[in-house]
């Protein structure tokens, strides 16, 4: 029968696969978390244009990422589509990764600005070349609804112990390195090298992975890009996730001000605070495959997605006094961190799966480069909304080793913006989740449909 489930992918295939998110998950998490923090606190630029500084790059995506995905599309190889751009991705973005803070002696903060946007953009140019045929992958790997939900849920695995590793290990390694500009050196250099022997593991681990070949089509690619965008399960998905990025990228460049100058935290105290967050994203994430079983991906996508922003609202109160009850706090975060991480990414093949099951066409890529893109530009929003925020409540950028007490309208602007703000993107996030009605269901039907008229 056509409804019939495919056979599961092997083992060895899923943590093959799923690999790729440890160096991937590495590098979204240490600039996310260190670069704004970098540039306000050791280079000496002002915080709103150190924002500025790691928005540009990841706006850069917004074209790229499409394009990426056209080609990936378009590419025919005996590797498949996607596997000839995770091997260019591999070497290129950890030499970039390890560049990006290794910033030189300037004298003017303004030319370590510009050294550190131009050290993003090759970064990111990396990452896109990995990552948008990497995402593309899942969909043409199986048709199954829920072997893709047990594919992302390898993936998220990998890549939450991939930004556990890099945002747990990051800060001990410039302690131990000396601090200042020498300790984020060294830093990158070595999560680099990790995330180097990782993405290239990905690549070859899944060289037996199955894929689809080229599509013919005479659609230009604006054409393809148009008829990909009426598809409302997708457009649906996007509009839901995309504030939530806004919001986790806001909490995550927010959160070494926060630690510094709210709780007065060593370094070794944001470690604690970021394993608090990303252990429990990797003991929940099983948990949440299971009652996705039960709630369906909308039903747990949406618990998850309100249990964060009411969790990192009561961030607000959080005080040097009662640092045990913030650390369940932030354990609690870091549970919902799980679900919203595992549910938007197996949804995405599902909204592929429409377009594939209406058009006839496999148009992975192209949907996949959209959604990079926008996950892409929510994360490099939050940290530009982040830089906007202490910019406007007056904080004051400083150089490495110098010491000054913040003014109390910045450490307000740190709470609002580490707790307050992205609770509010995450709420207004889920009047649009709850439109989206992609069931397993209406999903089973629609390619049992497609492969009647074949």
């Given at each position: 029968?056509?409804?019939?489930?495919?056979?599961a992918?092997?083992?060895s295939?899923r943590?093959?696969?799923?690999?790729?998110?440890l160096?991937t998950?590495?590098?979204?998490?240490?600039p996310g978390?260190l670069?704004?923090y970098?540039?306000?606190?050791t280079?000496?630029?002002?915080?709103?244009?150190?924002?500025?500084?790691?928005?540009?790059?990841?706006f850069?995506?917004?074209?790229?990422?499409?394009v990426?995905?056209?080609?990936?599309?378009?590419?025919?190889?005996?590797?498949?589509?996607?596997?000839?751009?995770?091997?260019?991705?591999?070497?290129?973005l950890?030499l970039?990764?390890?560049?990006?803070?290794?910033?030189?002696?300037?004298?003017?903060?303004?030319?370590?600005?510009?050294y550190v946007?131009?050290?993003?953009?090759?970064?990111a140019?990396?990452?896109?070349?990995?990552?948008?045929?990497y995402?593309?992958m899942?969909?043409?790997m199986?048709?199954?609804y829920?072997?893709?939900?047990?594919i992302m849920?390898?993936?998220m695995?990998?890549m939450?112990?991939?930004i556990?590793l890099?945002g747990?290990e990051?800060?001990?390694?410039?302690?131990l390195a000396?601090?200042?500009?020498?300790?984020y050196?060294?830093?990158s250099?070595?999560?680099a090298?990790v995330c180097?022997?990782?993405?290239l593991?990905?690549?070859?681990?899944?060289?037996?992975?199955?894929f689809?070949?080229r599509?013919e089509t005479?659609?230009?690619?604006r054409?393809?890009?148009?008829v990909?965008?009426r598809?409302?399960?997708f457009?649906?998905?996007?509009?839901?996730?995309?504030?939530?990025q806004?919001g986790?990228?806001?909490t995550?460049?927010?959160?070494?001000?926060?630690?510094k100058?709210?709780l007065?935290?060593?370094?070794?105290?944001?470690?604690?605070?970021?394993?608090?967050?990303?252990l429990?994203?990797?003991f929940f994430?099983?948990?949440?495959v299971?009652?996705?079983?039960?709630?369906?991906?909308l039903?747990?996508y949406?618990?998850s997605s309100?249990l964060?922003g009411?969790?990192?609202?009561?961030?607000?109160?959080?005080?040097?006094?009662?640092t045990?009850?913030?650390?369940?706090?932030m354990?609690?975060?870091?549970?919902?961190y799980?679900?919203?991480q595992?549910?938007?990414f197996?949804?995405?093949?599902?909204?592929?799966?429409?377009?594939?099951a209406?058009?006839?066409?496999?148009r992975?890529?192209i949907?996949t480069?959209?959604?990079?893109?926008?996950e892409?530009?929510g994360?490099?929003?939050g940290a530009?909304?982040?830089g906007?925020?202490l910019?406007?409540?007056?904080?004051?950028?400083?150089?490495a080793g110098q010491k000054f007490?913040q003014?109390?309208s910045a450490?307000?602007?740190?709470l609002?913006g580490?707790?307050?703000?992205?609770?509010?993107?995450?709420i207004?996030?889920l009047?649009?989740?709850?439109?989206?009605?992609?069931?397993e269901?209406?999903?089973?039907r629609l390619?049992a449909?497609?492969?009647?008229?074949k």
């Open positions: 029968m056509g409804t019939e489930r495919p056979p992918l092997s083992l295939i943590l093959s696969y799923g690999l790729g998110s160096g998950g590495m590098f979204s998490a240490v978390l670069l704004l970098f540039m306000t606190d280079l000496g630029i002002a915080p709103a244009l150190a924002g500025l500084g790691v928005f540009l790059p990841k850069w995506d917004v074209i790229t990422d499409p990426m995905g056209n080609l990936s599309d378009r590419t025919r190889h005996p590797w498949g589509r996607r596997r000839p751009y995770l091997l260019a991705g591999s070497l290129s950890p970039f990764f390890a560049l990006l803070f290794a910033v030189p002696e300037f004298s003017s903060p303004i030319h370590g600005f510009a946007v131009v050290a993003f953009i090759l970064a140019t990396g990452f896109t070349l990995f990552q948008v045929p995402i593309a899942p969909a043409e199986t048709p199954d829920r072997e893709r939900t047990t849920g390898f993936r695995v990998f939450t112990a991939g556990l890099a747990g990051a800060p001990l390694i410039i302690d000396g601090g200042g500009r020498t300790g050196a060294v830093m250099s070595s999560l090298a180097l022997a990782a993405m593991l990905s690549f070859k681990g899944t060289a037996k992975a199955p689809l070949d599509v005479a659609m230009p690619f054409e393809q890009f148009k990909a965008l598809n409302k399960p457009l649906l998905l996007v509009a839901g996730f995309f504030p939530q806004i986790v990228g806001c995550l460049a927010m959160l070494p001000f926060y630690m100058y709210i007065g935290g060593s370094q070794a105290q944001l470690t604690v605070m970021f394993l608090c967050l990303m429990p994203a990797i994430m099983p948990l949440w299971r009652l996705s079983r039960r709630l369906g991906k039903g747990s949406l618990l309100l964060f009411l969790a990192v609202a009561s961030m607000y109160f959080g005080s040097n006094e009662r045990g009850i913030l650390y369940f706090q354990i609690v975060v870091g549970t919902a799980a679900g919203i595992l549910f938007p197996s949804m995405l093949p599902d909204t592929i799966e429409v377009d594939a209406n058009s006839g066409l496999r992975e890529g949907f480069g959209v959604w990079t893109a926008q892409k530009t994360m490099a929003l530009l909304l982040a906007a925020v910019d406007w409540s007056g904080f004051v950028e400083t150089v007490d003014p109390p450490l307000g602007g740190i609002v580490f707790a307050l703000v992205p609770a509010l993107l995450f207004l996030s009047p649009v989740i709850r439109r989206y009605d992609l069931s269901e209406r999903l089973r390619q449909v497609t492969l009647k008229n």
